[in-house]
């Protein structure tokens, strides 16, 4: 059996310090991955630019 704490103060700074552990982890984890599918957007995005059409695509 677990024996019984006799500190709570530092068991609560204990569970706030590793929920903003976590936390921290979390946030540098989600702006990494902003940031690396940011890149891969730009790529992924097809070329807006369309070439003029020649005299045999010419409609008439």
């Known amino acids: 059996m677990r024996p019984a704490l006799s500190d709570p103060l530092g068991t609560a700074l204990a569970w706030v ?12 984890g989600t702006l990494a991955q902003g940031e690396y599918s940011a890149d891969q957007d730009f790529l992924a995005h097809t070329s807006l630019n369309v070439d003029d059409p020649g005299p045999d695509d010419a409609v008439g």
Do not use: H, K, N
Request: glycine share 16%; no cysteine.
């Open 17 to 28: 310090w590793a929920l903003g552990t976590a936390a921290g982890l979390a946030m540098i």
